[in-house]
């Protein structure tokens, strides 16, 4: 079509046309939102039953149910470090319908992985931040050194001579790890696992010598001496490791890592959905039943609202960005 070709009074009847199709639609979009939710949701998994994130998603989801009025099913969509997940939800519909419980890995796959098929920031809208956890730094037994200050001392004459586990490249345990690792000068060799559980097997055999992972895994081994803590990577001590130093002080001034869960919807998803769902989910979170349950697991909560999501994901991307600029890393676990 050529515009020069068309009167003026063609033009302005297409014009006029237009508008009203753009305000048909706004207004159909608007009442779709009045009417949130009209079906069952479905919250979208980035990993596989059992896991953290699964464990959070099926003690939100009947209470989420029962305050929406509405079937929450909770669908685990598990592999490629959560991009099949993610990508799942920014290619569904943008009604409210479907959720994205993304964790770490959101802002570390940038930087991971050289192609995504969506943009982690212009195709998800932040609902909000849910919950978080730090991690440990756990060590075998006979690695010289009771805190991270004394391992680094003992071994930044030697470089290399150190080995730590991982539950894979791009996770948060590895980015962590490599962060302490090269910020310190004592350059560990990474040895990537396919999970937590086999990360912790090369711990206990002395295979890796230090790694970072979930309190619930290490707990039972520390307790029996196979293992010990010398750090978590939160910025306070924890209540119930008050002897366990934290890694910023340590020798890393404000350092902090933490698996954190947030909820995600497809961009353009109207504001009063979203809000709708924020408002649903921090009355959740502040269930005494909810609570207790999420902390007696290791969780803080946190129950953000959207645009604290936004900034958190932001800066977090930015950190892991510049970090991975100052120390090239190839991502399969060699610097």
């Not at 949130?36 to 949701?41: G, I, S, V, W, Y």
């Not at 799942?88 to 098929?117: E, F, R, Y």
């Not at 497809?266 to 979170?285: F, H, M, N």
């Not at 803080?300 to 936004?310: G, N, P, R, T, Y």
């Amino acid at each position: 079509m050529i515009i020069s070709n068309i009167s003026p009074s063609a033009l302005l009847s297409r014009l006029v046309l237009l508008l009203c199709l753009s305000t048909a639609l706004c207004k159909t979009l608007e009442a779709n939102a009045q009417n949130f939710p009209n079906h069952a949701l479905n919250i979208i998994l980035p990993s596989a039953p059992g896991d953290p994130t699964d464990l959070l998603a099926r003690v939100l989801q009947p209470k989420l149910a029962e305050r929406l009025g509405q079937a929450v099913m909770v669908d685990n969509r598990p592999g490629g470090s959560g991009v099949i997940a993610s990508q799942w939800v920014a290619k569904s519909a943008s009604d409210g319908h479907t959720l994205l419980l993304a964790l770490s890995s959101h802002t570390i796959n940038p930087i991971a992985l050289k192609q995504l098929p969506y943009d982690t920031l212009k195709d998800f809208a932040p609902v909000s931040l849910l919950a978080r956890f730090p991690l440990l730094l756990a060590a075998h037994p006979s690695l010289k050194g009771n805190t991270l200050k004394e391992m680094i001392q003992h071994h930044v004459a030697s470089p290399g001579s150190l080995n730590f586990a991982s539950p894979g490249v791009g996770t948060l345990s590895f980015l962590a790890a490599e962060e302490i690792s090269r910020r310190s000068g004592i350059n560990a060799v990474h040895l990537s696992f396919k999970g937590g559980a086999p990360a912790l097997q090369a711990l206990m055999g002395n295979q890796a010598q230090f790694g970072l992972l979930a309190h619930s895994l290490f707990r039972q081994q520390v307790s029996a001496g196979k293992l010990k803590y010398l750090a978590v990577t939160s910025l306070k001590r924890q209540a119930d490791l008050p002897d366990v130093p934290t890694v910023s002080e340590s020798g890393f001034p404000g350092f902090e890592a933490q698996n954190w869960f947030g909820i995600f919807v497809p961009a353009s998803t109207p504001a009063s959905t979203i809000e709708r769902l924020q408002g649903e989910l921090a009355g959740v979170l502040k269930d005494p039943e909810i609570k207790g349950r999420l902390e007696n697991a290791g969780f803080e909560i946190v129950a953000s609202e959207s645009k604290e999501l936004d900034r958190f994901v932001r800066a977090d991307l930015s950190r892991w960005q510049k970090f991975a600029k100052e120390y090239p890393l190839s991502f399969d676990g060699s610097p």
